[in-house]
């Protein structure tokens, strides 16, 4: 074969090997920083963040320096998994973890959908980058050159399931929020709840209300992503008879008030579905270690 159809049929393989190790590099450095501030304490779901991130940054290397198609398939369907999972915490939960909508969570979603579509581009082409051996790489090998010779090459599959995933993931960022947004937003009679055999604050629902360990009596420390996953309780409120107390508000950057118990400003957490929960309980997460509030 002239070099130069070597190079114009090595180089466009190269370009997809080398962009899809960057996917899942970007896809594993993403992760690493939501585990690093905060998900490492969220029981089961930091172990996994923290398989996600090895995971990432082991297939990526591979991928780089050897080029082996088996390992790109891999890493296809390793970032098809983790946006997998990331639709399940949305629409149902995960492990006990509801997650909601945030600009890091869609921008993740993006990239892996773009990691799966390069790396499956990478195994379908021809060219360098097939694993001469025998055993599970030289099925892998027939496997894939089966796929090849199918109709379309194997390209409109790809494509299509990239296309579906992508769509799955714009429902989902679209249709979904803070569960809690609702309950947490109405100005309304606070209670208190049994968590465990304690009594403990919550608002009109029964939504178990926490603190913040590095709020101040008059300023919140929650904002952004922050906010997403823990919703400010807006005041002013009143508390049901026996609760005792001071109750009142502080203003927030956005000119809203929010509730405050003694000192405290109050929220609720996107993981509470309903009355009797305190999921947020000593978690460290956002900056900081959320508590319940013990009424006695």
Same mark, same amino acid.
């Given at each position: 074969?002239?070099?130069?159809?070597?190079?114009?049929?090595? @180089?466009?393989?190269?370009?997809?090997? *080398?962009?899809?190790?960057?996917?899942?590099?970007?896809?594993?450095?993403?992760?690493?920083?939501?585990?690093?501030?905060?998900?490492?304490?969220?029981?089961?779901?930091?172990? *996994?963040?923290?398989?996600?991130?090895?995971?990432?940054?082991?297939?990526?290397?591979?991928?780089?320096?050897?080029?082996?198609?088996?390992?790109?398939?891999?890493?296809?369907?390793?970032?098809?998994?983790?946006?997998?999972?990331?639709?399940?915490?949305? @629409?149902?939960? *995960?492990?006990?973890?509801?997650?909601?909508?945030?600009?890091?969570?869609?921008?993740?979603?993006?990239?892996?959908?773009?990691?799966?579509?390069?790396?499956?581009?990478?195994?379908?082409?021809?060219?360098?980058?097939?694993?001469?051996?025998?055993?599970?790489?030289?099925?892998?090998?027939?496997?894939?050159?089966?796929?090849?010779?199918?109709?379309?090459?194997?390209?409109?599959?790809?494509?299509?399931? #990239?296309?579906?995933?992508?769509?799955?993931?714009?429902?989902?960022?679209?249709?979904?929020?803070?569960?809690?947004?609702?309950?947490?937003?109405?100005?309304?009679?606070?209670?208190?709840?049994?968590?465990?055999?304690?009594?403990?604050?919550?608002? #009109?629902?029964?939504?178990?209300?926490?603190?913040?360990?590095?709020?101040?009596?008059?300023?919140?420390?929650?904002?952004?992503?922050?906010?997403?996953? @823990? #919703?400010?309780?807006?005041?002013?409120?009143?508390?049901?008879?026996?609760?005792?107390?001071?109750?009142?508000?502080?203003?927030?950057?956005?000119?809203?008030?929010?509730?405050?118990?003694?000192?405290?400003?109050?929220?609720?957490?996107?993981?509470?579905?309903?009355?009797?929960?305190?999921?947020?309980?000593?978690?460290?997460?956002?900056?900081?270690? @959320?508590?319940?509030?013990?009424?006695?």
């Amino acid at each position: 074969m002239p070099a130069q159809e070597v190079s114009r049929s090595t @180089w466009p393989s190269l370009g997809l090997r *080398l962009v899809g190790a960057a996917l899942l590099v970007a896809t594993g450095a993403m992760h690493l920083d939501l585990y690093v501030t905060g998900y490492k304490n969220i029981p089961t779901i930091g172990v *996994l963040f923290l398989l996600q991130v090895i995971a990432a940054f082991a297939l990526a290397l591979i991928v780089a320096v050897t080029g082996s198609k088996l390992f790109a398939a891999a890493g296809a369907l390793f970032a098809l998994a983790v946006l997998g999972g990331y639709l399940l915490s949305i @629409w149902v939960g *995960l492990f006990g973890f509801t997650e909601v909508r945030t600009t890091a969570g869609i921008v993740a979603g993006v990239i892996e959908v773009a990691a799966f579509a390069v790396l499956a581009a990478y195994c379908l082409a021809p060219g360098p980058g097939e694993d001469r051996v025998q055993g599970v790489f030289g099925l892998f090998n027939r496997l894939v050159n089966g796929v090849r010779q199918s109709p379309g090459g194997g390209g409109a599959a790809a494509g299509v399931i #990239s296309v579906v995933a992508l769509v799955l993931l714009i429902v989902a960022v679209t249709t979904v929020g803070n569960s809690n947004a609702a309950s947490a937003a109405a100005p309304g009679s606070l209670k208190t709840e049994s968590v465990g055999g304690v009594n403990v604050l919550a608002n #009109s629902k029964g939504i178990t209300l926490y603190r913040f360990a590095p709020d101040t009596s008059t300023a919140s420390k929650c904002y952004g992503s922050c906010a997403a996953y @823990w #919703s400010p309780v807006k005041g002013p409120v009143h508390a049901a008879p026996g609760i005792p107390g001071t109750f009142g508000t502080i203003k927030r950057t956005d000119g809203t008030l929010q509730a405050t118990y003694n000192g405290h400003p109050l929220y609720t957490y996107v993981a509470d579905g309903g009355p009797g929960q305190a999921k947020g309980n000593n978690l460290d997460l956002n900056g900081g270690k @959320w508590y319940d509030i013990p009424v006695k």
